[in-house]
């Protein structure tokens, strides 16, 4: 056993190899390893929700901490994904003020969890494999003029959001906002030509 | 080093560089598509964006560090398992016994205290306050000193701009804050006056819409509380506090939460449910805070629209259980150009959390009152 796993060591482990271990032997390299990997992100998530350097480091180790209880209850797929949502609710945990509310709150987050692990389907766009680029573009031509013109800039003249803000005399969070919007359309459209 | 070390030690190195600026615009355009595909990576760099990138590195830096210190602390799993279960009983005790009563009671010296003063020059402006920070902190209402800080407080009075060059007179314990109501799209206060020794509630209208009076002190001029004065609940809900024999309530307004709020989810269609475990209503993604920020933010006061600087419109929809929005149906608005503005917002914002109960998603339908200003 221990050879196999001096031999393991040397390899590259999938997240959810690494999460078995450390949920079998609770050796907590295994779970630093692991985090390691999403550390910087999830810096960056309690950066946004909190607002504070100090704050946000100090959640980054609090979602650790979490980490040890919540892996051994909760049966995950996607350990990413479900990190991504243990950090946000644990940044917006810190926001809430103590009231009846965070009784809510703990609610939601428990139902976050059930509804999100798997974290969000990819928008054909975004994907890699080949969608009908018939139904796609008859979708596109059929958003609104802003949305358009950000899918047809971002995905197809490679532009970035800064590019294109300028050139549309946009703000970068209008670009985004579009972009975001404008998937969400074609993801309808395109869902609705399948049917 | 593995690969995934590598990887990650790469995807930190393309972070700093997209956020430094030393990227090329193709790179860029390569480094947002991922951004696009992975929204845990979107709002890391969001995040990331609003500070300076050799903080950046330096903060990761020392979380490596701290990460590595907890790894050491080799412990048997169960003496962790044991002080994790320790420290979260800890927590959920501390939890259970905080709560946000309102705003602080006052000792007794408020009411023994002579008032400030009894004269009113030109315009009277009060400013109500309500520490809620102090309330955080302050569990137990009898903590004197802070009570007397907050006193203090309700005492101190910001000029709204257009009195600066007028003499105002502070009467703050005469009008203390006893409730919140929202009622029929105005903001109204319900306060006690102390100074004539009657307690009384009284409606003041932060909007000019009513005559504002306190019992036994009438109000020269309708603007008496500044656009300073803010509410103490972020959801606007009827906030009662009983009054207790002698004792009156201050309170003091957090800054940035503000009365009349541009975006206030008002009802639902269960709305006289109250949540529990079984029962969740729908609300914003996003939640509530951030979709104020995006209504704020993208809210367009239509320039055709010459006749007033202000106007409310009331919309109410459906939120189905797979989040998609139907049923638009505005309930208020003075004019189209309202009502097609408010729907755009929402049509174009983010995403709605369905309703939820015993276990799965529902429809629900949704009231949202959206406030126009003319900037």
């Known amino acids: 056993m221990a ?3 001096g031999a ?5 482990r999938s997240d959810a190899a690494l999460l078995e271990s450390f949920r079998q032997s609770g050796d907590m390299d295994m779970l630093g390893e692991l985090y390691k990997r999403y550390m910087s992100l999830v810096y960056g998530v309690c950066l946004k929700y909190l607002k504070n350097r100090d704050e946000a480091q100090d959640a980054v180790m609090g979602v650790f901490e979490k ?5 051994t209850r909760h049966n995950i797929e996607n350990f990413k994904s479900w990190l991504y949502v243990l950090s946000k609710n644990y940044c917006l945990m810190q926001l809430r003020s103590a009231s009846s509310e965070n009784e809510r709150f703990k609610r939601m987050q428990a139902e976050s969890f059930s509804f999100m692990e798997n974290g969000e389907d990819l928008h054909p766009i975004d994907e890699d494999k080949p969608v009908n680029e018939k139904a796609l573009e008859d979708c596109i031509n059929k958003l609104k003029e802003e949305q358009l013109q950000c899918i047809r800039l971002f995905y197809y003249d490679n532009k970035c959001y800064r590019e294109i803000a300028t050139m549309l005399k946009l703000d970068e969070n209008k670009v985004k906002s579009y972009l975001q919007n404008a998937k969400r359309n074609l993801k309808i459209c395109l869902e609705s030509g399948n049917e | 080093m593995s690969k995934k070390d590598i990887h990650r030690n790469k995807r930190d190195k393309e972070i700093l560089s997209y956020l430094s600026g030393d990227m090329s615009d193709i790179q860029k355009n390569l480094f947002e598509k991922d951004m ?11 995040g990331m964006s609003g500070i300076n990138p050799s903080e950046l590195k330096s903060d990761l830096e020392n979380l490596s560090a701290l990460l590595i210190n907890k790894q050491h602390k080799r412990k048997p799993v169960y003496y962790r398992i044991a002080a994790a279960v320790v420290v979260l009983l800890g927590i959920s005790s501390i939890l259970l016994v905080r709560q946000l009563k309102g705003p602080e009671l006052m000792s007794d010296n408020l009411l023994s205290a002579p008032p400030a003063s009894k004269s009113i020059e030109q315009e009277k402006v009060v400013k109500i306050v309500e520490d809620i920070t102090e309330q955080e902190k302050a569990p137990e209402r009898e903590n004197i000193d802070k009570e007397k800080a907050l006193v203090e407080r309700s005492k101190q009075l910001e000029k709204p701009a257009d009195l600066q060059n007028k003499t105002v007179t502070v009467e703050a314990e005469a009008i203390l804050l006893d409730e919140v109501l929202i009622k029929d799209e105005v903001p109204l206060v319900m306060v006690t006056d102390t100074n004539s020794g009657i307690i009384e509630r009284k409606a003041i209208d932060l909007n000019n819409d009513i005559e504002n009076r306190v019992a036994g002190v009438q109000v020269e001029e309708a603007k008496v509380l500044t656009e300073s004065a803010v509410v103490s609940e972020r959801d606007l ?3 009662s506090v009983p009054l207790a024999a002698k004792k009156s309530l201050g309170a003091v307004y957090k800054e940035d939460i503000e009365l009349e709020e541009v975006v206030e989810i008002t009802a639902t269609e269960n709305d006289d449910r109250k949540e529990s475990d079984s029962y969740i209503k729908a ?5 509530i805070r951030d979709f104020r920020k995006y209504i704020e933010t993208y809210i367009q006061f239509p320039v055709e629209w010459t006749k007033s600087d202000r106007e409310v419109v009331r919309i109410k929809f459906r939120v189905a259980a797979d989040k998609t929005l139907s049923n638009f149906e505005i309930v208020r608005s003075s004019d189209t150009l309202f009502s097609t503005e408010a729907i755009r917002l929402i049509k174009e914002g983010p995403l709605w959390k369905p309703a939820f109960e015993n276990g799965a998603y529902k429809e629900e339908s949704v009231v949202l009152r959206i406030v126009f200003r003319r900037e």
């Not at chain 2, 595909?37 to 709002?43: K, S, T």
């Not at chain 2, 609300?283 to 939640?287: A, H, T």
């Open chain 1, 8 to 12: 393991e060591r040397g390899k590259e």
């Open chain 2, 283 to 287: 609300s914003p993604e996003i939640g």
């Open chain 1, 67 to 71: 980490l040890i209880i919540e892996t």
């Open chain 2, 237 to 239: 809900n009827v906030k």
């Open chain 2, 36 to 46: 696009e595909r992975d929204p845990f990576l979107a709002d890391a760099v969001e």
């Open chain 1, 3 to 5: 050879l196999r796993i």
